[in-house]
């Protein structure tokens, strides 16, 4: 059975339980299932070989080296309940194998949870080696052919077509272009390259062609390097310590002693036969039987990240779930986390109406980002663009036109050579640019008419966000490949606490790992570049409108591109933590209560628990449990549901 993974040992002891859980749904009403002893005995024995066998391995491993774990409750107390079931069936008594049948199948939930982690783990390194083209054009005795990537050398001259992707990385010798560098720095603008800049394997070139000499190839590209952390990352977060695993340590050999001196004293001592003493110490065996303990984890986890999901916030793993309860620092990336993450006229200096006509007209034909802005804002406000004449591109500068039979242009501050520009309006642009937004200068006939602001601006919710997590003691600290000057900007607007700018994406992670130093860390991200920092940090946080890379490395995901949701995922953290420690508190007190009484300490006052009744309490104290995480959909998390957004999408 070793080659079953644990989703399919669920499956096959789930369907093999089904007849067990028949009939004690049927006792009530006094009915009893023909030949049910064998029937139980036989799906029970095969659910032993299929899903508790490893349970009791790793505990006798355990054993061995004088430990004991969740596997050793696992494997005592399927191991009793099955052994001593198979006594009573020969003996003509109760049997009990619902209780080593059912404590396998609860154990094995918890572990295809954790085998379907692992699969997303894996998932999220395949989506990122997929990113890699497989072959460059290069150039080869004097014309460029088509090579395997792999075939490609240091020193090699590559072509990249307008639309393309760059291999490998490497430096431009011939052309110019854009660049959409977004999955490295965050930047949703894209880059002007020019002979001589650096390109990144894997961004996608604009609407220019160039050639360029290769720098790093293979496993020394920067997406091979983000892979690699990814990786590193994954492996290298230790297992939390289970809080089971820590009571099970003095819980078993104390459970144990006490069944084994009930069984003495009552044999050697009390006068009590072979079988009444036996009796006793198995119903101190039963009643203990770890069902409780078991589930008190594994409930509120599913209810928690139940109730989570319906709020938007999807919570992958257990680790995740309790590691967020002690964070002290939130880390943000900057562009399409705290901001909206593409570029949007936030001012308009002039007549608005005649300075977004003439702007609109001359951007119509332009692909850039800051085009694509000027054109929202014009549609928007309802204003139609004209045709022009005489187009030409002002290089380095913008871009000119005839409109209406006069000279129009759009472009940066460097036109202000060129041009005259009232000193009022002058002062205004110097105001906006240490407002860190791109302006835009808009003119006719010689004269600016008029500053277009834009911006990557923040979400509406971002502010609010931020505002409570620190009113819950948090630090905020955003961390972005952005400039410094943006980056304080959007941090004072939304109240963030500390700012680390111009940082590239093998920079990030270490910039996480310095600020664990001070507690526990979680990362919000959404972009290819922010994979490595999202496994680095004790948690990483996805925004759903991300890309799948981010999704798949985030322990939690926010399905709505809404920041509240770190919130909302902290508040149920700490509901979530304290229900599980309430049910063990209470799993634990049932055995606290009835161990002694199972033990026949009470024999003399007439309260003697049989193991049956031992039975009935287990089931009890699990049924109880059950109730107190079911109680978790009631608790009251962050004040407010989420409201929803459009664009907000499925993770």
């Not at 339980?17 to 029970?44: D, R």
């Amino acid at each position: 059975m070793k080659h079953l993974t644990s989703i399919q040992r669920f499956w096959i002891s789930l369907v093999l339980v089904i007849p067990m859980l028949i009939q004690m749904l049927a006792m009530p009403f006094h009915w009893n299932m023909p030949g049910y002893t064998w029937i139980a005995f036989i799906t029970t024995t095969l659910i032993m070989l299929v899903a508790a066998l490893p349970y009791w391995t790793s505990a006798w491993a355990a054993f061995k080296h004088h430990n004991a774990n969740m596997n050793t409750l696992v494997a005592i107390g399927t191991s009793i309940a099955y052994f001593y079931s198979l006594f009573a069936m020969i003996t003509g008594r109760p049997v009990y194998f619902e209780s080593a049948a059912f404590i396998s199948v609860f154990v094995l939930l918890g572990d295809t949870m954790e085998e379907r982690m692992h699969n997303n783990a894996s998932n999220a390194l395949k989506k990122l080696l997929d990113l890699q083209i497989k072959s460059a054009e290069v150039l080869r005795d004097g014309k460029f052919v088509q090579v395997p990537l792999d075939q490609v050398q240091v020193g090699d001259i590559i072509q990249v077509k307008p639309g393309q992707k760059v291999p490998v990385d490497g430096v431009i010798t011939s052309g110019k272009t854009t660049l959409d560098e977004s999955m490295i720095t965050g930047e949703s603008i894209p880059v002007s390259k020019k002979v001589g800049d650096d390109v990144v394997g894997s961004t996608i070139n604009g609407d220019g062609a160039i050639q360029f000499r290769a720098t790093k190839v293979g496993k020394d590209t920067m997406l091979s390097q983000i892979v690699e952390m990814v990786k590193k990352a994954q492996t290298s977060h230790a297992p939390i310590q289970n809080l089971t695993d820590k009571i099970s340590g003095f819980f078993v050999p104390t459970v144990l002693i006490i069944a084994i001196a009930t069984f003495v004293i009552w044999y050697s001592f009390l006068g009590a036969t072979l079988v009444q003493a036996m009796l006793f110490a198995v119903a101190v065996i039963v009643i203990a039987c770890p069902c409780a303990l078991g589930l008190a984890t594994p409930t509120a986890l599913m209810v928690g990240t139940g109730r989570a999901a319906k709020m938007g916030v999807l919570i992958k793993d257990g680790q995740a779930l309790e590691e967020i309860n002690d964070v002290k620092t939130a880390v943000f990336d900057k562009t399409g986390t705290i901001t909206v993450g593409k570029p949007t006229v936030t001012d308009i200096i002039g007549n608005q109406d005649q300075v977004l006509r003439v702007a609109a007209s001359l951007e119509a034909s332009s692909e850039h980002p800051l085009a694509k802005a000027v054109m929202n804002a014009a549609e928007e406000k309802q204003v139609e663009p004209q045709t022009v004449t005489d187009f030409a591109v002002v290089e380095g500068k913008g871009v000119q036109a005839v409109i209406d039979g006069q000279q129009a242009f759009v472009g940066n501050d460097k036109l202000l050579a060129d041009y005259q520009i009232s000193a009022g309006m002058k002062r205004r642009m110097a105001t906006l640019q240490d407002e860190a937004k791109t302006v835009v200068l808009v003119g006719l006939a010689k004269q600016i008419i008029s500053l277009i602001a834009i911006q990557d601006a923040p979400k509406p919710s971002s502010a609010q966000a931020i505002a409570d997590l620190k009113a819950r003691g948090l630090k905020t600290v955003m961390l972005t490949g952005d400039n410094e000057r943006v980056a304080n900007a959007i941090a004072k607007e939304v109240g963030i606490d500390q700012v680390i700018a111009n940082v590239l994406p093998n920079e990030k992670a270490e910039h996480v790992k310095a600020l664990e130093q001070n507690g526990k860390v979680a990362f919000v991200g959404d972009g290819i570049n922010d994979a490595p920092a999202l496994t680095t940090a004790n948690v990483g946080i996805a925004m759903g409108s991300g890309t799948d890379i981010a999704i798949e490395s985030g322990s939690i995901v926010l399905v709505q591109n809404d920041l509240r949701g770190v919130v909302k995922a902290i508040d149920i953290s700490k509901k979530t933590f304290s229900r599980i420690k309430l049910n063990l508190f209470w799993a634990l007190i049932y055995n606290v209560i009835g161990v002694p009484i199972a033990a026949g300490v009470f024999v003399g006052f007439g309260l003697q628990l049989s193991p049956e009744f031992a039975a009935l309490a287990m089931a009890f104290s699990s049924v109880s449990v059950v109730t107190s995480s079911l109680l978790l959909n009631k608790a009251k998390i962050g004040g407010t549901e989420p409201v929803a957004s459009s664009t907000s999408q499925p993770a």
